[in-house]
């Protein structure tokens, strides 16, 4: 199953009436510059891909036989001396790294575990979990972790300005201008995270349109990721009080579903590690330092 937080009451009775709504995340990938330019400068001189950055760092790597301090030195001049050829040169290398992508997140819960108290810190204590089949039928996929150190990172980031730079020559060939190759790419890049937290479990269900430019009313609809209250396990807020004051808010949409359906109302604090549970895991990390 798969939880996800906000910060207010009102926030989590929006949702649960009207859907989640998705947000914008920043997708950001900076792949290595030596392992990009390596297999980069070669397709462009095997495939004739020209332009004036193109074929000074062509014939810079045939000056200097290769990727080495002396053609870095050069580069390093070259860009010193040059803003326009800066420009250029972080387009040809990572135009592909960075764009904005609308995304719902929910972590997953695994045999019932339990959730560190800093996650609801940062996230907030009113909580959904949603049922598995929700998420697969609404194309949720979990997060891939990348970490940068990694070749794998360096594949990734040589594959992205690999695939600009055949674009490119597609779109000059065809005499327009495609964002097909740049869409499909952030299709697969709105499920990596760089660096990031592995232990979150995290899943996203991706939007597939650019929500900032959904502005009219029937748009607006489209922001929204709906679920009926039936594709709810439980909901989770932090204090008695609020948990007797939803049910009462709750009855309309509860009252023909059957009670062995309808979603668990608990509180927070049963889904948080407890300070003593916190403490058992920080030492078996110890132990197996």
């Known amino acids: 199953m798969f939880i996800t937080f906000t910060r207010e009451y009102k926030y989590l009775i929006d949702n649960i009436k009207n859907g989640f709504l998705f947000q914008n995340h920043k ?31 062509v014939n810079l790597y045939k000056k200097h036989e290769g990727i080495n301090s002396n053609f870095y030195n050069e580069l390093s ?32 819960i695994r045999n019932n575990q339990k959730i560190h108290p800093q996650h609801t810190g940062f ?21 891939v972790y990348v970490d940068p150190s990694l070749q794998f990172s360096n594949l990734i980031g040589s594959t992205l300005s690999i ?6 020559c597609t779109q000059h060939l065809a005499g327009f201008k495609s964002t097909y ?20 479990y995290e899943w996203r269900i991706v939007h597939p349109f650019d ?16 679920f009926t209250i039936k594709d709810v396990h439980s909901i989770f807020v932090p204090n008695i009080q609020e948990r007797e004051k939803l049910e ?20 927070t604090n049963n889904i ?16 197996n330092e």
């Open 211 to 226: 929500i900032n430019k959904l502005n009219t009313e029937k748009e607006e609809k489209e922001r929204r990721l709906p």
């Open 77 to 108: 001049n070259k860009l010193s001396n040059s803003k326009a050829f800066g420009v250029n040169f972080l387009r040809d290398l990572v135009s592909y790294n960075c764009d904005f992508i609308g995304m719902k997140c929910f972590t997953e």
């Open 163 to 168: 695939l600009q730079t055949l674009d490119d």
């Open 123 to 143: 996230f907030g204590e009113y909580g959904i979990l949603m049922k598995h089949e929700w998420m697969i039928k609404n194309g949720g996929s979990p997060v």
């Open 181 to 200: 190759v740049h869409k499909e790419i952030f299709n697969v890049l709105a499920f990596v995270e760089v660096a990031a937290h592995s232990f979150e």
């Open 248 to 267: 009462k808010d709750l009855t309309y949409q509860l009252k023909d579903i059957p009670n062995n359906e309808k979603p668990k109302i608990l509180l």
């Open 272 to 287: 948080i590690l407890s300070d003593k549970d916190i403490e058992n895991i920080d030492k078996i990390l110890e132990r």
């Open 27 to 57: 997708i950001e990938y900076k792949p290595s510059t030596e392992h990009t330019l390596s297999k980069l400068i070669p397709l462009w001189d095997e495939y004739k891909i020209k332009s004036p950055n193109k074929d000074f760092l």
